[in-house]
């Protein structure tokens, strides 16, 4: 049989990647494209008291101005919602330029379309705005006196507070507490590919090609704020320069290019400058959390109480929830987790890479780690002893893994025989140490129906469709993949398309989700395909299969043949040109299971790092990384190995050098540009494995549960544990200050 | 990196004020003449990208921090958003459309596939113009070197360990006679 599945396949679309084929959104190019360039809001809270576009309207090839006094309104509120959910995803409940009204700076407050890209940036600079500037909250440490709980997160998707038992009590007594307060700086993606959107309107029908991760989104989006039917939107969308949680939501700039083009009534493209990225695509919020460990001596979690506080819009609720994972991890009877917010003047924080979890499992892994020490356990050895055998309710995890991930990280990275002892090994200047971490990410399941359609033509190609998009994961080499697994063809003779609205329909990308959901849809429709072929072939009586049962039938290299007499058989194209088909084609469908299936769902992992800390200059590199990981079904190891790699590097990343500050004066973000807020380079990182642990899961999609974000889970905290053996330092502020390394320690 | 900047190239240029009005400029990209108008402010990266069709080099920042602009000028890697477009006449600027000889990838753009040194692909254009240029420059010999004169080139999608790979596998096939 064949089997493209599970092969390291390079990628399809590598050729076009590497030879500069590929075509991004900002790369579209259309008779008579006009440019468009966005003024941000200066001031983080107040009025626009006027604006002033007569200079820029004279500088040359400039076409059009609109601020709040001439944009129309929007048809429709936009509602926060996740785009998993298929329905109408603006980010937040708020569309700019419809008032004077300034909430967060950068918010946009003019739009300027002018006949090139230099024009439009220069006439921006020209737009005279006043402002009228009243006072802000940017940061947590300006409004603790506004504290509350959420109710309910993600637009009402989540509760706010998860608690089972009596965690006060069991706190009390526990014979062994650990207690810490850990602190955040916000993050921001930094997709390399700045979002942009070309918007071209022919008879009242609008085409957006757009750089998301969810066309799907994008077109429900815009249809619903402008009040168009969606069927006179379509989005189209070739490649992606990365995502990360930037264009999970349909942030305003898509909805205002369309509503520019309609104004100036050419295509219009406006592509955020990358200083623009930092406030309108969303970020991950600042943030504070505080976790307590009950224990009994042995080494048994009794209790874990998790808060986290954070800093929202005016608008939204928004936290992304950081209890999914310390809430059903570890077998504890007494758990607590709330979410407190502050309102405050920053955009919609949304959804980073590994949302939520990656700062919750660093706090529980920290914390993990702490206990190792105060218990003289072994922090492998401490996990696996307090590790879930189901969730909280009982229910069994649709697949586990975490113990084999554990037992294989610690033996490939050399765990055994570690002197836990901190400030116990030195290289030169440097000390050294070692910390690991387990890993856990929930399986994302709150997607409508997924759609795709095959198609095989008389020659024996195929084609399989689906309006996913590409930005990274590989969707493309896998889908293909697993089409030419299902319909029996060579790789070679499969062709997959996606990033247009008008193929079948399937949610963004986002939560890990991708792979799995795509690749159920598509299974699905090349199995419909193949088994009505087959269907076909048994009752036509000129078929050496006729009258054969399609059970006994498999499909090899496009030929059907008997299962266990394969010299009988004939192709799809015998078979197809006979019955005078020039192409047979088929639609298939995949719905997740109901959110109350008796499973438990989570992806596990473990992570090991070596770091070397320089403490006369507060230097800290990470020597070598190991991450085992138990993501089911992987689809193309070469890919798989690929994102989890990258998470990893997100994780070593977020632990060491990326974090932005309010410059609260201002209420603008300190930084907002690569160069001073960091992000890994090549000498930043080291050599990297990663190891997979198979485990068997039917409930998730083709046992497929996801490796977007499990890679980054648990990695920072390894880190952090790692500085730790070398220094006797926790870390509780991430990224990290130089200073809380150095010798003699910083009083803080 | 950067164009030539010397005193004795700045005297070999006549000091000519042009602009700021659109300017006949005649631009040798992969070894073809294109005579476009452009305003003096027009980067080389908005020239090849929105004027020549050119999109292969990637705008990750439009600031010099990033890489994904990367492309050679007389044979040195320059950062295509910060050069005028209008300094290159004259000037052989080479893209990623241009290291392919007879419609054959480079070697480095099969190793970067090999080796699986990307993922969304938008630093790739800029990675393999560094790459490339690494070995020509000499500072490709050992890892650490390697890792040092890649670091102008941002991967976000983190595929640096697969993109140091992949130049040490087209350094060796070369040193192999
Ligand atoms: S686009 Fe030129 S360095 Fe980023
Ligand atoms: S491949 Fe995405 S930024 Fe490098």
Known sequence: MNTAIGRPVDRVDGHAKVTGGARYTAEISLPGLTYAAVVGARIPSGRVESVDASRALSAGGVLAVLTHENLPKIAGQPRLLPSLLGAAAPGQSFFPMQDAAVHYAGQPVALVVAESHEQAQYAASLVDVAYRREPSITAIDEGRDRVYEAQRLFGGLMPGRDERGDVGTALAEAPVRIEAGYRFAANHHNALEPPATTAVWEDGRLTLYDSTMGIRATQLTVAHLLGLPLSHVRVITHFVGGGFGSKAMTWPHVTLAAMAARHVGRPVRLALTRAQTYTSNGHREEQEQRISLGATRDGRLTAIRHHKLSITSHFDDWAEPATGVSSQLYDVEHYEGVHSLIHGNTMTPTFTRGPGETLGVFVLETAMDELAYELGVDPVELRLRNHARTDPRGNPWSSDGLAECLRLGAERFGWHGRDPRPRARRDGDWLIGTGMAAAAYPVAFFMPEQRARARVYEDGSAVVQTGTQEFGTGVLTVATQVAADALGLPLESVRFEAGDTDLPNTSAAVGSAGAGMVSAAVHAAATALRDRLVAMAVTDADSPLHGADPAAVEVADGRMRLRDRPETGETYADLMIRRRLADAEEVGSWTPPPLTTPHGLLTFGAQFAEVAVDPGLGLIRVRRMTGVFAPGRVLNPKLARSQLMGGMVWGLSQALLEGNEMDTRHGRWGASNLGEYLVPVNADIPEITVEFVEVEDDVVPLGIKGVGEIGQVGAAAAVANAVFHATGRRLRRLPLAAELVMDPPASS | ?177
């Open chain 2, 1 to 177: 990196m950067g164009i030539d900047l010397t005193a004795e190239a700045a005297r070999r240029r006549t000091p000519t004020v042009r602009g700021p009005s659109e300017q006949p400029v005649v631009l040798t990209v992969n070894g073809t003449h294109h005579a476009v108008a452009l305003e003096p402010r027009v980067s080389l990266l908005d020239a090849l990208r929105d004027r020549l069709g050119l999109t292969g080099s990637k705008k990750g920042c439009d600031q010099g921090t990033c890489g994904a602009c990367t492309v050679w000028v007389d044979g040195r890697r320059v950062l295509a958003c910060l050069t005028l477009a209008i300094a290159c006449e004259g000037r052989q600027v080479t893209t990623i459309e241009g290291v392919a000889t007879d419609g054959e990838p480079h070697p480095m753009q099969r190793a970067f596939i090999e080796h699986d040194a990307f993922q969304c692909g938008y630093c790739t254009p800029g990675q393999i113009m560094s790459a490339i240029a690494l070995i020509e420059e000499g500072n490709a010999e050992t890892d650490e070197d390697i890792a040092e004169f890649m670091s102008g080139n941002i991967c976000r999608c983190a595929a640096y360990p697969g993109i140091r790979q992949a130049i040490k596998d087209v350094r060796d096939a070369r040193e192999r006679p």
